[in-house]
């Protein structure tokens, strides 16, 4: 027998309390073990759509979306879809007033299909294909960000009505974020130096383009930011350089867009940036700089992703076996892995994991997640702590699933990309089905023709 049910309130203590903050605001744990997130028992959601599976409570969207409208009011808000996107989700977003943000021809097709005002968006990117450019043109799109001047150039001899521009600029800020999401630094592939003058450079060539209308500057310090300073730092030097660029060419924005990166809390460690601090200090550091410039005040536009949908989603996997070794941590392996979430690989991202749908019996031990692929850098959650009876059958919630999860999974292994499945109210809706082997081997044209030639309805036609 273990401590847990020599004492029944520990073992009720143990069931009932989830991590604060990092589950959606609906989510609810009893003293059985079972998790509710929007009024749906995980453990239903898990049989009914099968595993891995993504969870998603719609309702705690919208309240994020509301939360940044209402704390941040006279501040365009523009979800970056790239965090998760689905016409479901470019509808929630729409209902709530914010604009989107995209980054590829695909991004943009999908958010037209379900409706999204083309208006409201801006296209992003550090490359844009001139497929890219050709969708968002024809789409109509509000405003694309240059980000380089054979992009500048392209542009402007593809467009046929006047279109807005903003030219991405490098603030040269350090936000303390990892490597592989900090964008606001000199030393990467994004945007205009400010320091070496390429920025100014930048707007000079847009300013010649009159069927370029240049409404402003953008710039994005990265992801997973949890301090405010340095959004006070960018906001201020970008004020600067619109001083600078007010006296050089008379030129005034106006919208400054301090893109996103908002950080989020994975794991009780974990800080997430204080929007209510940053709607204190960001925009009186833009007006105090532009008093001191002698510039009107552009339009402030904030774009976060993560912050929108990361908190909003559960991820569900089953154990299929635990390995015990001596002298050796204690490998969980459960069905899905890094083709549903790469964050762990990419980044060394870090998740708190509960075991959900049956009562705790045992005490927590440090024990390694891992998923069902072929590398050992396969690895969800290092080191969290989950009841020493934790057996094959048993179902574990991930929670923060929401960002850089759906987005990012990959077909390796060919085990398909797990659903989508919004709750709310107790009520659960399919929001993208899981792929089938038919979606996986749909593209391999080459399969039931005997490993002959197929047409390719892409390739240029012969000649051309
Ligand atoms: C990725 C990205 C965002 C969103 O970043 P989050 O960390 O999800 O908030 C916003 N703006 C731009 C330009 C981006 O590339």
Same mark, same amino acid.
């Given at each position: 027998?273990?401590?847990?049910?020599?004492?029944?309130?520990?073992?009720?203590s143990?069931?009932?309390?989830l991590e604060?903050?990092?589950?959606p605001s609906?989510?609810?744990?009893?003293?059985?073990?079972?998790v509710?997130?929007?009024?749906?028992?995980?453990?239903?959601?898990?049989?009914?759509?099968?595993?891995p599976?993504?969870?998603?409570?719609?309702?705690?969207?919208?309240?994020?979306c509301?939360e940044?409208?209402?704390?941040?009011?006279?501040?365009?808000i523009a979800?970056?879809? $790239?965090?998760f %996107? /689905? !016409?479901a989700?470019?509808r929630l =977003?729409?209902?709530?007033g914010?604009?989107? *943000?995209?980054?590829? &021809?695909?991004e943009?097709?999908?958010?037209?299909?379900?409706?999204?005002?083309a208006?409201?968006?801006?296209?992003?990117g550090?490359?844009?294909t001139?497929?890219?450019l $050709?969708?968002? %043109? /024809? !789409?109509?799109?509000?405003r694309? =960000?240059?980000?380089?001047?054979?992009?500048? *150039?392209?542009?402007? &001899?593809m467009?046929?009505?006047?279109?807005?521009?903003?030219?991405?600029?490098?603030?040269?800020?350090?936000?303390?974020?990892?490597?592989?999401?900090a964008?606001?630094?000199?030393?990467q592939?994004f945007?205009?130096?400010l320091?070496?003058?390429?920025a100014?450079?930048?707007?000079?060539?847009?300013?010649?383009?009159?069927?370029?209308?240049?409404?402003?500057?953008?710039?994005?310090?990265g992801?997973?930011?949890?301090?405010?300073?340095?959004?006070?730092?960018?906001a201020?030097r970008?004020?600067?350089l619109?001083?600078?660029?007010s006296?050089?060419?008379?030129?005034?924005?106006?919208?400054?867009n301090?893109?996103?990166?908002?950080g989020?809390?994975?794991?009780r460690?974990?800080?997430?940036?204080?929007?209510?601090?940053?709607a204190?200090?960001?925009?009186?550091?833009?007006?105090?700089?532009?008093?001191?410039?002698r510039?009107p005040?552009?339009?402030?536009?904030?774009?976060?992703?993560?912050?929108?949908?990361g908190?909003?989603?559960v991820a569900?996997?089953?154990?299929?076996t635990?390995?015990?070794?001596?002298?050796?941590?204690?490998?969980?392996?459960v069905?899905?892995g890094?083709?549903?979430?790469?964050?762990?690989?990419?980044?060394?991202?870090?998740?708190?994991v509960?075991?959900?749908g049956?009562?705790l019996r045992?005490?927590?031990?440090?024990?390694?997640?891992?998923?069902?692929?072929?590398?050992?850098?396969?690895?969800?959650?290092?080191?969290?702590?989950?009841?020493?009876?934790?057996?094959?059958?048993?179902?574990?919630?991930?929670?923060?699933?929401?960002a850089y999860?759906?987005?990012?999974?990959?077909?390796?292994?060919?085990?398909?990309?797990?659903?989508?499945?919004?709750?709310?109210?107790?009520?659960?809706?399919?929001?993208?089905?899981?792929?089938?082997?038919?979606?996986?081997?749909?593209r391999?044209?080459?399969?039931?023709?005997?490993?002959?030639?197929?047409p390719?309805?892409?390739?240029?036609?012969?000649?051309?």
């Open positions: 027998m273990t401590l847990a049910e020599l004492v029944p309130s520990l073992r009720t143990l069931s009932a309390r604060p903050g990092l589950w609906s989510a609810h744990a009893d003293c059985a073990g079972e509710t997130v929007g009024g749906v028992p995980l453990s239903h959601l898990a049989a009914r759509h099968g595993t599976c993504y969870v998603l409570d719609t309702d705690d969207v919208q309240l994020r509301q940044y409208r209402q704390t941040l009011p006279g501040v365009e979800y970056a879809s $790239k965090a %996107l /689905s !016409a989700m470019i =977003v729409e209902e709530q914010l604009s989107l *943000d995209v980054c590829s &021809a695909g943009l097709a999908l958010a037209i299909a379900a409706g999204f005002p208006g409201r968006i801006m296209l992003h550090n490359v844009k001139t497929e890219d $050709k969708t968002a %043109l /024809s !789409a109509r799109v509000g694309i =960000v240059l980000d380089s001047c054979d992009e500048i *150039d392209q542009l402007a &001899a467009v046929r009505h006047r279109q807005d521009v903003l030219i991405r600029v490098t603030p040269e800020v350090d936000a303390g974020t990892h490597r592989a999401v964008t606001g630094v000199a030393d592939k945007g205009f130096g320091s070496d003058g390429a100014v450079d930048a707007v000079r060539r847009v300013l010649e383009h009159p069927e370029l209308r240049l409404v402003g500057l953008h710039c994005h310090l992801s997973q930011i949890s301090s405010v300073s340095p959004y006070e730092v960018a201020e970008m004020v600067r619109l001083g600078e660029l006296r050089q060419f008379g030129w005034h924005a106006t919208q400054l301090l893109g996103g990166g908002h989020i809390r994975y794991t460690e974990d800080r997430a940036l204080d929007l209510v601090n940053f204190n200090r960001v925009p009186e550091a833009v007006r105090a700089a532009c008093l001191e410039q510039i005040r552009p339009r402030l536009t904030v774009e976060p992703g993560r912050a929108i949908v908190p909003a989603a569900l996997y089953r154990v299929a635990v390995k015990r070794r001596p002298g050796a941590r204690t490998f969980v392996a069905d899905g890094m083709s549903d979430n790469p964050r762990p690989a990419l980044y060394g991202a870090r998740y708190a509960r075991l959900v049956r009562p045992a005490l927590p031990r440090p024990m390694t997640v891992v998923g069902r692929h072929c590398e050992s850098g396969d690895v969800l959650a290092t080191d969290v702590p989950l009841p020493e009876d934790v057996r094959a059958g048993d179902l574990l919630a991930v929670p923060v699933a929401g999860q759906c987005s990012m999974a990959s077909g390796y292994n060919l085990v398909g990309r797990p659903p989508v499945v919004g709750v709310s109210a107790g009520e659960s809706r399919l929001l993208v089905r899981r792929e089938t082997e038919a979606d996986l081997f749909a391999d044209v080459t399969l039931g023709t005997g490993g002959g030639t197929h390719d309805p892409q390739a240029a036609p012969a000649g051309a």
